[in-house]
């Protein structure tokens, strides 16, 4: 099934059959600062065009005449990926006997193709034609749900005092122009966890390195969090010095070994849990 950006439904004006929840996204994704409060009404079968000229979109609801042609809403690509070529699927000819085989890869030289022998098929629209034509798309960088990411540009958000710089974030959703970007922080209850405009406003980001990754894993001992500071650690406002865990390593049965969080409480601690402590204290 052929896949659709959001830049050529808004310069095609090509009609999208939605739900209420598709709606109200793919409008927000149109213009979010003008439709960010924007709620459709409950009704089935609706379909959304943008008008260009208007600046602003048309609507069809369920009693009105459908539109003559349209997409499914899970037929746009929400990556924006640029197109480079078409792959040729069904042995055809064009202008001059010239013939593409099935299999035939035509790239695209800047704006345009390099092959101008395309140019035919586009006139005669048979390059809409999926029997026959397959677009190419340029691989681009995905980012799933669960991957350990890190802010490289807050683009024009005003808001990004929860979020910092080169700090890393695990992803809740995938990071594209449907779902913005939304991370896991800790007790947000999900409502300052993202932008969902995050494309709109520029913001970037980029895969964290493992070394990032790792110096960023939390650490906990007994339910309490091991903070680190100034080359030392805290847990629960007890201060444990680099020295302390070099000591503690050395215990001939780990298994034995223990932290004492205030007067009385006492957790077992593993080797593990040791090494990584230390290797954040190098």
Known sequence: MKKFTIKEIKEQGIWVKCSKNDANRLIQVFDYEKYKDYLPEDRIDFFYQWDNKRNSFWSKGKYETPPESFI?????????????????????????????????KLF????????????????TGLINNPDYFEP??????????????????????????????????ELSRPFNEYWGLKVVLDNDG???????NAFDLGITIRLATPSEIA???????????VEFKNGT???????????????????????KAKIMVGCSKQFDVDLTTINKILSKLC
Not at 190 to 196: F, H, L, S, T, V
Not at 215 to 225: D, L, M, T, V
Request: charged fraction near 25%.
């Open 136 to 169: 190419i798309y340029e691989e681009v960088q995905k980012f799933n749900v669960g991957d350990k990411i890190v802010i490289t540009s807050f683009g024009r958000a005003n808001n990004a005092r929860a979020f910092s710089l080169n700090t890393v974030y």
């Open 215 to 225: 110096a960023a894993e939390k650490i906990e001992i007994g339910g309490y969090k």
């Open 72 to 104: 499914e809403f899970s037929q746009i690509d929400f990556e924006d990926r640029k197109q480079i070529g078409w792959l040729v699927k069904k042995e055809c000819w064009g202008i001059k006997g010239v013939s593409w085989q099935i299999g035939t």
């Open 233 to 255: 650690t805290f847990i629960s406002g007890n201060e444990f010095t680099k020295e302390f865990w070099q000591a503690a390593k050395l215990i001939p049965e780990h298994s």
């Open 190 to 196: 999900g409502k300052n966890n993202g932008w969902r």
């Open 108 to 123: 695209m030289l800047g704006d345009t193709f390099a092959d101008k022998t395309i140019a035919y098929f586009t006139e």
